[in-house]
Nanobody, 118 residues
Framework: QVQLVESGGGLVQAGGSLRLSCAAS????????MGWYRQSLGNQRELVAI???????VYADSIKGRFTISRDNSGNTVYLQMNSLKPEDTAVYYC????????????WGQGTQVTVSS
């Protein structure tokens, strides 16, 4: 079991920046990758960025060059630095952790609201 707690969301003007944090606890040594997803009103949840245990990263095309995913040395906390925010980035952002054994297990945080005003 893994527990995820997000923080750092809020209201920001277009062009501004926010940094989201996700603290993992529990069976953290089994986590294969962590990432951020978002869901805006009326839309499906979509990938924002992921980072593997090896440090490889994947980004959605819509946020490339503006957002950066990183993690601390312990691997317990993952960050999403969001720069040059746009109104279309408004969404609930969810932290995700994946453990793959014989089966893939997905764990989710409670979500944090990011609102970008124009």
């Amino acid at each position: 079991q893994v527990q995820l707690v997000e923080s750092g969301g809020g209201l920001v003007q277009a062009g501004g920046s926010l940094r989201l944090s996700c603290a993992a606890s529990g069976d953290i040594f089994s986590i294969n990758r962590m990432g951020w997803y978002r869901q805006s009103l009326g839309n499906q949840r979509e990938l924002v960025a992921i980072i593997t245990n090896g440090g490889n990263t994947v980004y959605a095309d819509s946020i490339k060059g503006r957002f950066t995913i990183s993690r601390d040395n312990s691997g317990n906390t993952v960050y999403l630095q969001m720069n040059s925010l746009k109104p279309e980035d408004t969404a609930v952002y969810y932290c995700n952790a994946v453990i793959t054994r014989r089966t893939t297990y997905n764990y989710w945080g409670q979500g944090t609201q990011v609102t970008v005003s124009s």
